[in-house]
């Protein structure tokens, strides 16, 4: 090894073991959902629990709504395809952006979002659809149903403190 190769290798710095990538290995799971962290933001824990358990459930139902309207989305069929193509998507949009901001707040308050399929299916009080296309006027009942459990929800979350 020439001196000015030993040179360059003690010049790079070594990664810390905090920046290695752990490749192949599942973690440990640092907070679980539930469970508050300690945040300055002048909520008391209670509060900020009751605030993020009640957001955490309509963040699963958003969740579900959402993809609803982008399963409706894609399976719609008839002469009024067109309209309600477009019409389900802007909507799955509005959607989107509802749960980012949810997702957020919770995250805020001090708990952890919810946020994969598997989990808005075991919290969501929405009916799941089934894999199927269903004709028009159900799917546009379906969507009413979803949207009457989040106002429904988003009422008595007014009610928390
Ligand atoms: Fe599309």
């Known amino acids: 090894m020439t001196t000015e ?49 009640a957001l955490n459930q309509l963040l699963a139902d958003t969740l579900m709504l ?42 805020q308050l001090g708990d952890v979002a919810l946020g994969m399929p598997s989990d808005v299916m075991s919290k969501t009080k929405i009916e799941n659809p089934p894999q199927g296309a269903e004709e028009v006027p159900v799917m546009i009942d379906r969507i009413l149903e979803g949207h009457c459990v989040i106002i429904t929800e988003a009422r008595a979350g007014q009610a928390v403190r």
Request: glycine share 4%; charged share 25%; hydrophobic share 35%.
């Open 66 to 107: 959402r993809d609803m309207y982008k399963k409706h989305h894609w399976q719609l069929a008839g002469h009024t395809f067109y309209q309600l193509h477009l019409l389900f998507d802007k909507h799955a949009e509005e959607q989107t952006a509802l749960i980012d901001l949810i997702a957020e707040r919770v995250q």
């Open 5 to 53: 190769t030993k040179q360059t290798q003690q010049s790079v710095p070594r990664a810390s073991d905090e920046a290695q990538l752990h490749l192949n290995q599942r973690g440990h799971i640092i907070q679980q959902p539930g469970t508050i962290r300690n945040l300055p933001i002048a909520l008391d824990e209670q509060a900020r629990l009751d605030n993020a358990k």
